[in-house]
C-alpha cells in the first residue's frame, strides 16, 4: 500500500467513537498492515518471549540472595564512542508526558512548549485494544501536526501550534503481548512491535518535523537493547529508511538496568539520545527484587526524601555514564500535581517541583518529566541551559553501590499502610474506568504507584515479624494477612460512603471489583507490570 493511501487510511478512523471497538482484525487491522507486520512478528516475537523468560528468572534468582551487580569490563565500558546529538534535540529540559488516547490533553501537552511530549502507549493508559487503537491513531496525527479538539467551553475546536517540541512515542514494555492480530486470534504479539509497526507504516516521513522518535520503557538487561536496535532497523528496511533513522530515548526503571546502563546505551548508539530515571517505577524494581531481604522494606513512599541515597547514587552514575557519552541525562516525574481550584495546594505542587527539578539540575542532569502544562516553565528553568554542557562530577564513581541501605529515613506506619490500600483500590478502580492514570489527592499516580504500593504491603506482610509498623497509638503492631484484608475492608466501606447521591449502581461494584482484584494481586505476588 502505497505511504498516501496509508496515511489516508489511518485519517478515516472515527477519533470520537473507540469505547465502542471490538478487536476484530478483519475491521480494525487492515490486511495492508497485517501482511507489514507479519515478518516482523515471526522475527521478533519469539525472542520477546525468550527474554521475558529471563526476567522471570533474574528475579527469582534475586530471592535466592543472587541479586543484579555491574558488569565486567567491555568495548562498550573501555571504548572511546560517543553519541552525536542532532540539534533538534539537543533541549530537553523539560519532557511533558501523558495518556496518548486522550487527543485533548495530548494538543495541550504540544501546545504548552514544553521542549519535549512524550505521548504514552504504557503505564499512564489502559492496556486495552480500544485504548490502544486511539493512542495510535493520535499519535500519528499529532506527528503530522493535525490534532485537534473541540473545546466544549469556547465552543471551538483547537489544534497544534507549530513549533519545535520533540514528539517522543513511548510503546508498550517488552512483557506485554497483544492477541487477535493473526489467525484465530490466540496467536500473540509483541506489544511494543505491533505499536511501533502500527506508527511506522502509518508515518510518511517528509511530513515529520525530526526523525521519528520513541521512548523505550521497562529494559532489564543491555542484552534487550540488542531486541530494539535490531526492530528499528527492521522497520526502517521496511519502510525504505536508512537503518539508522529511528532514534530513541530508554527509561531506566529496573534495579539491574542500573547496573547495564553503559553497555545498554552502547548496543543502541547509532539510534539512542539519552537516558532517563523513571524513579517511581524503579522504586518499584528495587522493592521487587529485594523482597526477600527484611532490611530492604522501605518507609510509607510519601516519607521518602527524593534525594535519597538509592536514588542520588544511580541519578550521579547516570549523568557520568551519559555525559561522558555524549548522551541527554533526563530526570524522573514529580508525582504531586498544580491545582488551579486550591490555591494552597497548587503553591505546594509548584514549591515541590522546583525544589525536585533543581535538585536533578545540581546532579547535572540535562532535564525532567512533568504531566502538567502549569509546570513547564518552573520545571525549564531549573536547568541552567540545555544539556548542560556534558558537564561531569571530578569525583563521580562508576561503580557505586546502588542499594545503600534504605535505614534511618521515613517512617512505617499503620495509617501509610492504610494510605497505600486506599490508593491501589482507587487506582483500579480507574482502570476499570479505562484511566491509565488518575489524580489521588493532588498526586498524579499511575501502575508504577500501583507496584510501589502492592509491593510495599507485601514486603510488610512477608517480614512482619522483624518489620512493626507504629500505629496511631503509639504501638507497635504487625501486618498480618487478616490485618491486611481488614483494612481494605475499611478502606472499601469509605470510599463507597464518598460516592456521590445518585451514582449509578455500577460504581460502587466497580469499587468492590477494584477491592477484590488488588488484594488479589498482592496476595499472589503478581508484581510485574502488566
Known amino acids: 500500500m502505497a505511504k498516501q493511501s496509508q496515511g489516508s487510511e489511518a485519517r478515516s478512523l472515527n477519533h470520537n467513537d473507540y ?5 476484530d482484525p478483519s475491521t480494525v487491522i487492515s ?10 512478528h515471526k522475527e521478533f516475537t519469539p525472542r520477546q518471549r525468550a527474554l521475558a523468560a529471563k526476567r522471570e528468572r533474574a528475579v527469582a534468582e534475586a530471592h535466592r540472595g543472587v541479586l543484579p551487580n555491574h ?19 539537543k533541549d530537553q529540559r523539560n519532557q511533558m508526558t501523558g495518556p496518548s488516547d486522550d487527543a485533548e490533553l495530548a494538543v495541550k501537552m ?11 502507549l504504557e503505564d499512564s493508559m489502559v492496556n486495552e485494544w480500544s485504548h490502544v487503537r486511539a493512542g495510535i491513531l493520535n499519535i500519528l496525527e499529532a506527528l503530522r501536526g493535525e490534532l485537534s479538539f473541540f473545546d466544549e467551553k469556547r465552543r471551538t475546536r483547537v489544534g497544534i501550534r507549530s513549533g519545535k517540541t520533540v514528539i517522543w512515542v ?4 517488552l512483557h506485554l503481548s497483544q492477541a487477535g492480530v493473526f489467525g484465530d486470534g490466540k496467536e500473540k504479539v509483541a506489544a511494543p512491535l505491533l505499536d511501533m509497526a502500527a506508527i511506522v507504516y502509518g508515518i510518511d516521513p517528509d511530513e515529520l518535523s525530526h526523525p521519528l522518535s520513541f521512548y523505550i520503557p521497562k529494559s532489564e538487561s543491555a542484552e534487550e537493547a540488542l531486541w530494539w536496535r535490531d526492530v528499528f532497523r527492521a522497520l526502517a528496511r521496511a519502510k525504505g529508511l536508512p537503518e539508522d533513522y529511528i532514534k530513541c530515548m530508554a527509561l531506566v526503571e529496573s534495579h539491574p538496568l542500573a547496573y547495564q ?18 524513579r517511581w517505577d524503579y522504586m518499584a524494581s528495587l522493592i521487587h527484587f529485594n523482597l ?16 535519597v541515597s538509592f536514588f542520588q547514587r544511580l541519578r550521579d552514575l547516570m549523568v557520568e555514564i551519559c555525559h561522558k557519552r555524549g548522551m541527554l541525562a533526563i530526570g524522573g516525574m514529580t508525582a504531586l500535581y498544580p491545582s488551579r481550584t486550591d490555591p494552597e495546594l497548587n503553591e505546594r505542587a509548584l514549591k515541590v517541583l522546583a525544589e525536585d527539578k533543581k535538585n536533578e539540575a545540581d546532579c547535572l542532569m540535562d532535564g525532567a518529566w512533568t504531566g502538567h502544562p502549569d509546570q513547564n516553565e518552573i520545571a525549564v528553568r531549573q536547568f541552567p541551559y540545555p544539556d548542560q554542557g556534558f558537564a561531569r562530577q571530578a569525583s563521580a564513581e562508576r561503580y557505586p553501590d546502588l542499594r545503600p541501605s534504605p ?8 495509617e501509610g499502610t492504610g494510605a497505600a490500600v486506599r490508593t491501589v483500590v482507587r487506582y483500579r478502580n480507574g482502570v476499570l474506568h479505562g484511566k491509565g492514570a488518575s489524580l489521588l489527592d493532588g498526586y498524579m499516580e499511575d501502575l508504577a504507584t500501583d507496584r510501589i504500593y502492592r509491593l510495599m504491603i507485601a514486603q510488610r506482610t512477608l517480614h512482619r515479624s522483624r518489620v512493626k509498623l507504629e500505629d496511631g497509638g503509639g504501638k507497635q503492631v504487625e501486618l498480618t494477612p487478616e490485618l491486611v484484608d481488614r483494612l481494605f475492608d475499611e478502606q472499601l466501606d469509605r470510599l463507597l460512603d464518598e460516592l456521590p447521591p445518585g451514582s449509578e449502581p455500577g460504581e460502587a461494584e466497580k469499587l468492590r471489583q477494584a477491592r477484590r482484584l488488588s488484594e488479589e494481586m498482592i496476595v499472589h505476588h503478581r508484581f510485574n507490570p502488566e
Do not use: K, Y
Request: charged fraction near 20%; glycine fraction near 10%; hydrophobic fraction near 40%.
Open 261 to 278: 546502563m553503559e553497555e545498554f546505551a552502547f548496543i543502541l548508539r547509532e539510534h539512542l539520545l539519552g537516558l532517563n530515571l523513571g
Open 31 to 40: 490486511r495492508g498492515f497485517r501482511e507489514f507486520l507479519l515478518p516482523l
Open 170 to 173: 513511548r510503546p508498550r514494555g
Open 407 to 414: 535505614s534511618g529515613i521515613g517512617r512505617i506506619t499503620l
Open 71 to 89: 558488569l565486567p569490563p567491555s568495548e562498550a565500558t573501555t571504548g572511546n564512542w560517543r553519541i552525536e546529538l542532532p540539534a533538534w534535540c
Open 110 to 120: 504540544l501546545n504548552s512548549g514544553a521542549p519535549g511530549v512524550m505521548l504514552d
Open 292 to 307: 526477600h531481604d527484611p532490611q530492604w522494606v522501605l518507609p510509607d513512599r510519601n516519607t521518602i526524601p527524593h534525594d
Open 19 to 23: 469505547s465502542s471497538v471490538i478487536f
